[in-house]
């Protein structure tokens, strides 16, 4: 089941949001906060973040910079109603941006083609285990 944190300071985006992603499938945490937010992608790992630009508690730029400050390279979709205020995203990484309000089919589009991006990036077996070893004398 994929996940997805959904962060905005408005109650309706939020419930809509919930509803919507949960009935697509989704496991979906929420945070009206950039703190909560961190946190909450902290303890959740969501597979990608739904989040508006302007949160209390520094914004969604801080929760972005938080987030790759502590390698977390998830998905990041700005859905906020002045995407110029963002400016130049081209320099950050995993981030995409649309403009509220946001056509259901859209914002579902763009939530898989983030989610298979990140799929599609993350190595199989990031980690793979040291060769044996054999024992002295052989």
């Keep these: 089941m994929p996940k997805i944190l959904v962060v905005d300071d408005i109650p309706a985006i939020v419930d809509f949001s919930k509803e919507f992603f949960e009935d697509a499938g989704f496991e979906v945490r929420t945070a009206e906060t950039a703190p909560d937010a961190i946190a909450a ?20 730029v801080l929760v972005y910079e938080t987030l790759r400050a502590q390698h977390d390279m998830v998905p990041i979709i700005f859905s906020t109603g002045k ?9 950050m990484t995993n981030v995409s941006v649309l403009k509220k309000p946001t056509d259901p089919e859209l914002l579902m589009a763009e939530v898989q083609k983030q ?8 190595p199989m077996n990031p980690a793979p285990p040291p060769p044996p070893r054999m024992p002295p004398g052989r």
């Design 41 to 60: 992608q902290q303890e959740f790992k969501a597979g990608v973040i739904l989040q508006d630009l302007n949160i209390p508690g520094g914004g969604g």
């Design 83 to 91: 995407p110029e205020a963002l400016g130049d995203i081209s320099g």
């Design 115 to 122: 989610l298979a991006k990140a799929t599609s990036e993350r």
